[in-house]
């Protein structure tokens, strides 16, 4: 049977410039994963209302006249 040991981190070493360059990359992800989650509620929404334009309903008047008329 193991013993587990316990494992105290007093300090951390890392160099400015390879901290600089993850919150960089984090950055960059968060904005990527803000751009395809946009993309893709963009694509549910217009999907929706073509799904009720065809079957006829009139989507400007279910959602009280907050859409511009065309």
Known sequence: ?????????????????SLVGLMIKWGLAALLALLVLGAIGG???????????TLGMDV???????????
């Open 1 to 17: 049977m193991e013993e587990s040991q316990d494992v105290i981190i007093t300090g951390i070493k890392i160099p400015f410039f």
């Open 43 to 53: 694509g549910i929404v217009i999907g929706i209302q073509f799904g009720l334009e």
């Open 60 to 70: 400007n008047s279910l959602l009280g006249g907050l859409l511009p008329s065309p």
